[in-house]
């Protein structure tokens, strides 16, 4: 005869086992800068504010150095270069029955940032993670596009990019299936003051030379 503690016992492991699955590790990644770790909510909505999905997303920043996941796409990020890093943890459905993540992206400031590389890890390695089609740089994001959707319960590799530049905040979205896309603070490369001070003095100097 099973116990009933017994029993609910073994529920209880099977659901976090279960949950593990579907779990990140980012937010409690102890290698990761403590300040610059957690989850942020995102709420997509279509152009008439009807919640289509949800979906949660893990973040950590690494200082140099300290990122120590193996990539599966992508250059290794250089030793001497922070890595910002990302996952897809939960998506629940809103109202629009099938709805799912296309596109992750986070903001970068015109390019100053000096990324590195870009690409994803599995975690574990060939865990059945939906891998984005694609990850590329754009003039003013880094972002991952998954061609076949991040559904509900369904869960992303860990995005990641490079850059020599500490954190600040910037914008992120992320945008699917009918629906507007939501917006929140993410981590992003803040580059160094005399960095951009350089590139302004470098504006200011074209500028003046095309008036005369």
């Not at 990140?24 to 709420?43: E, K, P, Y």
């Not at 590389?117 to 754009?138: K, M, R, T």
């Not at 600040?168 to 992003?188: F, N, Q, R």
């Amino acid at each position: 005869m099973v116990r009933p503690v017994t029993l609910l016992a073994g529920v209880l492991t099977f659901a976090a086992l279960v949950g593990a699955a579907h779990g990140g590790v980012l937010a409690t990644d102890g290698n990761a800068m403590a300040d610059w770790q957690g989850t942020r909510a995102f709420d997509t909505g279509d152009l008439f504010g009807i919640t289509v999905f949800t979906a949660d997303i893990d973040y950590a920043v690494y200082a140099p150095g300290t990122f120590s996941l193996t990539p599966q796409a992508g250059a290794v990020p250089e030793a001497d270069e922070y890595v910002y890093a990302y996952q897809i943890v939960d998506v629940a459905d809103g109202v629009m029955g099938t709805a799912h993540v296309e596109r992750y992206s986070v903001g970068l400031n015109g390019g100053n940032e000096q990324p590195g590389v870009i690409g994803y890890v599995e975690v574990p390695p060939g865990d059945g993670d939906v891998n984005p089609s694609n990850s590329a740089f754009g003039y003013l994001t880094a972002g991952w596009d998954f061609n076949t959707g991040v559904y509900e319960d369904e869960i992303s590799p860990v995005l990641y990019f490079s850059s020599p530049f500490g954190p600040e905040w910037d914008t992120a979205s992320v945008t699917g299936t009918m629906s507007a896309g939501d917006t929140k603070l993410m981590p992003s490369p803040a580059p160094e003051p005399g960095t951009i001070a350089l590139l302004a003095v470098g504006a200011a100097a074209l500028l003046r030379r095309r008036n005369t």
